[in-house]
């Protein structure tokens, strides 16, 4: 998505009140503001809206305190993971870290039942003698 600045857009918003119609506003802007490119419909619509109801064609922050991810818990993980090989990139902590989060949130339940599942099948495999791996293990 490519950022327009104010002052196109407010020129797309004069054009599109001078021409009525959004083609003719799309072929002027590239015309005479000698673009190679210009807006989409759906953006020139938006600015047009937002004119007409604020007054301004820029997007209203969000009300409230901005989100971010850099909390001191967050920070705290980063830096401990970092400081144990601080050679890794931070593509390689990333996903190592995100499978410690979920291992960490699995419940005693599921690890119960996995555990009884493998238990499980490890006796079947002995009660077989194992001779039925025998051909995915040597496969030719």
């Known amino acids: 998505m490519e950022c327009w600045g104010v002052r196109k857009c407010v020129c797309a918003v004069e054009l599109f009140i001078e ?21 989409s419909p759906n953006s020139i619509c938006r600015w047009v809206r937002q004119w007409c109801e604020e007054g301004s064609v820029t997007c209203k922050k969000p009300p409230g305190q901005p989100t971010s991810d850099r909390t001191p818990e967050n920070t705290a993980r980063v830096l401990a993971s970092f400081s144990l090989s601080p050679r890794q990139s931070a593509h390689l902590h990333a996903p190592r870290q995100k499978i410690r989060e979920e291992i960490a949130n699995i419940s005693e339940v599921t690890l119960g039942e996995v555990m009884h599942n493998i238990s499980n099948r490890v006796h079947l495999c002995i009660q077989e003698g194992g001779d039925h791996l025998k051909d995915i293990v040597h496969k030719k």
């Open 19 to 39: 021409m009525g119609s959004i083609t003719e506003t799309w072929h002027r802007f590239c015309c005479e503001l000698n673009q190679q490119e210009a807006p």
